[in-house]
């Protein structure tokens, strides 16, 4: 996947060519100043001062990545905080990546994880997951969950969609499945929900018990149900593994941006679920810490979450 880097400068050398950083101090300032943008030659990296007018400078950038050919971009922390960059930026046939689909290709660590940080089995699990979509993602995910959990539901309402599911589960792992679209008690008895796709709106439809796990894949969900005392997964990090980063500190990406979006931007997420699942575990990539409402999400935060709880969230 080709990605192209889109960086803040912070230093004015950043901005200049090589021989341009070796004129005197007072020259460089001078060329600096009235150089906002930097090209990086064959290494897909955009570099842009921290003073700039954002819709001249966006409109430049806008142009280099259209002359590329550029689908994919990686927009650093700083930049991405100037909500008029990231939304001039943003163009229906390019993917601001936002470690999102590297999520979902994770969901099955993210629940070993937290099961780890429970204490508990991930074969004494039931998994709710909530989804409309039936995409390769989402199957594969669902189909990867039921073989090494104890029960696993599907809530849809899309019902009909999913039977395959129920056949295919049943007749490869063993596992009769639950789907349900009942929003008074299909999650009723789940250890840990996988939110795939389910907006604010529908997902608060749901009675969600109060110590549950909600893992959040495609968006950041408030629970506003106040009863609910349980954890709410918004986000993660990943490690950066060392093939990685050896390229990544070589081209001064590691602290301008998140390590989820770097991993992501490394991955070919083209490719099949299967072949990505390869590929992670071949690099090493894994959880190093979930992101909850409040930012990263300590031990102590896990000990509401026990199985043993479930039978007070009703």
Not at 108 to 119: L, M, P, W
Not at 278 to 307: H, M, V
Request: aromatic content about 8%; hydrophobic content about 40%.
């Amino acid at each position: 996947m080709n990605t192209w880097y889109i960086k803040e400068a912070n230093d004015i050398n950043e901005l200049l060519s090589d021989k341009q950083s070796k004129f005197p101090k007072l020259i460089r300032k001078l060329i600096a100043k009235f150089k906002k943008v930097k090209i990086v030659d064959n290494k897909n990296i955009i570099i842009v001062s921290k003073k700039i007018k954002v819709k001249k400078i966006t409109e430049k950038i806008n142009k280099e990545l259209e002359k590329n050919s550029v689908k994919n971009i990686a927009i650093s922390d700083y930049l991405c905080s100037i909500p008029e960059f990231k939304e001039r930026i943003y163009t229906k046939k390019l993917h601001i990546l936002d470690g999102r689909k590297l999520f979902k290709v994770m969901t099955i660590d993210v629940i070993k994880y937290i099961v780890e940080k429970q204490g508990t089995e991930l074969e004494s699990q039931e998994i709710s997951i909530l989804t409309n979509s039936k995409d390769e993602g989402t199957v594969q995910n669902i189909v990867n969950i039921a073989s090494k959990v104890k029960m696993l539901n599907i809530i849809t309402d899309n019902i009909e969609d999913f039977k395959f599911l129920e056949t295919y589960i049943y007749e490869n792992i063993g596992m009769m499945i639950k789907i349900s679209s009942n929003p008074k008690k299909a999650l009723l008895k789940s250890n840990i929900i996988v939110n795939f796709d389910f907006n604010k709106e529908v997902l608060n439809k749901y009675n969600i018990p109060k110590h549950s796990i909600i893992i959040n894949i495609k968006d950041k969900i408030d629970i506003i149900k106040k009863q609910f005392v349980g954890v709410n997964v918004q986000y993660f990090e990943p490690n950066i593994p060392e093939s990685f980063a050896k390229n990544l500190n070589k081209n001064n990406l590691i602290n301008p941006f998140n390590n989820t979006v770097l991993c992501e931007s490394l991955i070919n997420l083209n490719d099949s679920f299967l072949n990505i699942r390869n590929k992670l575990e071949e690099e090493t990539i894994i959880i190093k810490q979930l992101i909850g409402n409040k930012g990263i999400l300590s031990d102590n935060e896990w000990k509401n979450t026990s199985s043993k709880n479930l039978s007070k969230s009703t």
